[in-house]
């Protein structure tokens, strides 16, 4: 179960990395993977990892819809990166 929950995180970190190079994916993967990222954070809403969900899914809601700085692509990025392979290592 922490594996799928890694592979969550890294998937989210994928999009971030991937809308930063301006490289195409389907609108319908990043609805997926943001509406996982919400169910997740709702285990533990109050826990650093669970803010970190939140974070990371409204980072990739606005990058749909708006132009964000660089800075915080890359913030994102790295704390997803951080958090999928913490999960996948301790799974």
Same mark, same amino acid.
């Not at 799928?4 to 991937?18: E, K, N, Q, T, V």
């Not at 169910?39 to 409204?58: E, N, Q």
């Given at each position: 179960?922490?594996?799928? +929950? %890694?592979? /969550? !995180?890294?998937? @989210? @970190?994928? $999009?971030? &990395? *991937? *809308?930063?190079?301006?490289?195409?994916?389907?609108?319908?993967? =990043?609805?997926?993977? $943001?509406? +996982?990222? +919400?169910?997740k954070a709702s $285990? @533990?809403?109050? !826990?650093? %990892?669970?803010?970190? !969900? &939140?974070?990371? #899914?409204?980072? /990739?809601?606005?990058?749909? =819809?708006? *132009? &964000?700085?660089?800075?915080?692509? /890359?913030? %994102?990025?790295?704390? #997803?990166?951080i958090k999928g &392979?913490? *999960?996948?290592?301790?799974?």
């Amino acid at each position: 179960m922490v594996k799928l +929950l %890694g592979l /969550i !995180d890294l998937f @989210a @970190a994928i $999009i971030l &990395i *991937s *809308s930063l190079m301006e490289f195409e994916l389907p609108v319908e993967f =990043f609805f997926f993977v $943001i509406i +996982l990222l +919400l169910v997740k954070a709702s $285990i @533990a809403i109050t !826990d650093p %990892g669970g803010i970190t !969900d &939140i974070l990371v #899914a409204s980072v /990739i809601v606005f990058s749909l =819809f708006f *132009s &964000i700085p660089t800075l915080i692509y /890359i913030l %994102g990025f790295i704390l #997803a990166t951080i958090k999928g &392979i913490s *999960s996948l290592a301790a799974g």
